[in-house]
């Protein structure tokens, strides 16, 4: 599913415009982003959460030529399944 499959079922489901369903999917997934960008943990009960995880800088080698390389600190975001989600998917 992608998100102009999200974008269908939102407009099937509510009888709204394409636009306004296009809309909404938008500010979804912008406040999403938004807040993950403020290091902001996102929780949906019941399906998932999302939070950001901090690495440290570290010393790293380069695969081609087996060099030391410097790994600068960075931010990743990090999905993690909820309990009903991954009994679902289970079954």
């Given at each position: 599913m992608n998100k102009l499959d999200l974008i269908s079922a939102l407009?099937?489901?509510t009888k709204i415009s394409k636009q306004e369903a296009a809309k909404i999917i938008d500010i979804f997934f912008t406040?999403?982003?938004d807040a993950l960008a403020k290091n902001q943990r996102v929780?949906?009960?019941g399906l998932c959460s999302f939070f950001v995880?901090?690495?440290k800088p570290y010393v790293?080698?380069?695969?081609?030529?087996?060099e030391k390389v410097q790994i600068k600190p960075k931010k990743l975001p990090f999905f993690k399944c909820g309990k009903e989600l991954k009994e679902r998917?289970?079954?």
């Open positions: 407009r099937n489901e406040s999403m982003a929780e949906i009960r995880k901090s690495y790293g080698t380069n695969p081609k030529t087996g998917v289970d079954n």
